[in-house]
């Protein structure tokens, strides 16, 4: 799983100004993860593969999505971390919250075509590359699970899509208040970390 490099701060400002020892390096995985310990993203991507080892066929049928507003946390900022083929069948899922709309999975190919039905056939060994991108487009914090539907020899069944038994969780934009990048706060732009990656603080 991944982010997107946005956050909505609900913690005070002022905890910027005093990142943790092991914090020193804008792009540094530990950045990343205090930001996230404080914050919550704008955008969350989950990657999952699935694949076929029975006899009988697999079809997936959809993916369900399951979204809920939770209520209204004050949020102080937006926070600004570093930005940064193998022959099996690819689905992206785009999921755009918006209040005013019913939460629905957008989905393309490989290519970035769009594709209308998700209805896949499986054969024994077969696999499919699922990549979800979920981002809220109005104000508010909003928790996501997912449903993958499937028939598997005729029979109805489903995989629930959870952070680790939990719901995703994800912001939509802050307004009117600062933007605050950690790499104006912080030193070095991808470089130390880039060529040391298992260095303690990044």
Request: glycine share 8%; with cysteine.
């Amino acid at each position: 799983m991944g982010f997107g490099f946005k956050h909505a701060l609900y913690r005070p400002v002022e905890e910027l100004d005093n990142p943790p020892e092991d914090v020193k390096y804008a792009c540094g995985q530990r950045t990343a993860e205090w930001v996230r310990s404080i914050a919550i993203p704008n955008e969350a991507h989950v990657s999952f593969v699935l694949t076929s080892e029975r006899d009988e066929s697999v079809v997936v049928l959809g993916l369900t999505p399951h979204v809920r507003k939770l209520p209204d946390t004050a949020m102080n900022a937006t926070v600004s971390t570093c930005t940064g083929g193998n022959g099996i069948v690819t689905r992206h899922a785009d999921l755009v919250v918006d209040s005013t709309e019913q939460p629905t999975f957008r989905f393309t190919d490989e290519r970035g075509r769009k594709v209308e039905r998700l209805r896949l056939n499986l054969s024994k060994g077969g696999a499919v590359d699922f990549h979800v991108t979920s981002r809220a487009e109005s104000p508010g914090v909003y928790e996501w699970t997912a449903d993958l539907e499937l028939l598997v020899g005729g029979e109805p069944k489903s995989i629930s899509i959870t952070n680790e038994g939990k719901p995703f969780k994800i912001s939509g934009p802050v307004r009117g208040k600062p933007e605050i990048n950690m790499v104006d706060r912080l030193p070095d732009d991808n470089g130390y970390c880039l060529s040391h990656p298992d260095g303690r603080s990044c």
